[in-house]
């Protein structure tokens, strides 16, 4: 199994719907996760911290299942402007401190 | 404050020689992580720098690649003898702490001809 898995998409939506995507990881002792969201040709760029059950923010919500070992990302109220795609980051202990394991993405296309 | 910033924002070689990628973290961060993202690819982790400790080189491809991190600011990415095959986006990112929310630079264009 992956460290990260995500949905493997692309999610082809149109704009007022809410979407959720979904992201597993493999290592039971990561404590914090991450969504990032990724412009064609650009940076990735931080959307949202996952340090205890959730987090909201605006149109936005993240669902941490600890049992299960995964991550949800709901977006509501889908603006065109939210077409990217989504990276789930679990950061990974190792001997030199914490290194982040990337998924391979998630792309939604919000459509007119 | 300032972001992430990387230097060039293009570079383009010829196959063969060596190439120098700059990344300046934000002040008072103290890790810092090197990608690289191929087009329409995700993000491959090369190495990374907490604090003064040693790096994780596990992700470099090969030994022609190298950083280094002075003072514990500045990185370098090196790569000696260029192929075609490290044509690719240079992505450098900082956190506060490894482990804590990173964030990126613009990128490094890298084109091998």
């Known amino acids: 199994r992956k460290e990260v898995e995500q949905d493997p998409g692309p999610f082809n939506v149109p704009e007022g719907a809410t979407v959720a995507f979904n992201c597993t990881y493999s290592?039971?002792?990561?404590?914090?996760f991450f969504w990032y969201r990724q412009d064609c040709r650009k940076e990735p760029k931080l959307l949202m911290s996952?340090?205890?059950s959730g987090n909201e923010d605006g149109r936005f919500t993240a669902q941490l299942n600890r049992a299960s070992q995964y991550i949800s990302l709901l977006i509501r109220d889908s603006k065109l402007s939210d077409s990217a795609t989504y990276l789930c980051?679990?950061?990974?202990?190792?001997?030199?401190?914490?290194?982040?394991?990337f998924g391979p993405g998630t792309r939604l296309s919000v459509l007119p | 404050g300032a972001g992430v910033s990387q230097s060039p924002s293009n570079k383009v070689t010829e196959k063969g020689k060596d190439v120098e990628l700059r990344c300046d973290p934000i002040?008072?961060?103290?890790?810092l992580y090197w990608y690289r993202q191929s087009l329409g690819q995700g993000l491959e982790f090369l190495i990374y720098?907490?604090?003064?400790?040693?790096?994780?080189k596990s992700g470099l491809p090969s030994d022609r690649f190298s950083a280094e991190r002075t003072g514990g600011s500045v990185s370098t990415l090196t790569i000696q003898r260029t192929q075609q095959e490290d044509s690719a986006v240079y992505l450098c990112a900082s956190s506060l702490v490894s482990g804590y929310e990173q964030y990126f630079g613009p990128g490094t264009r890298l084109t091998v001809t």
């Open positions: 996952v340090y205890s």
């Open positions: 002040s008072g961060h103290t890790a």
């Open positions: 720098f907490q604090g003064n400790s040693a790096p994780d």
């Open positions: 290592n039971s002792a990561s404590q914090s």
């Open positions: 980051v679990v950061p990974l202990a190792d001997n030199y401190g914490q290194n982040f394991v």
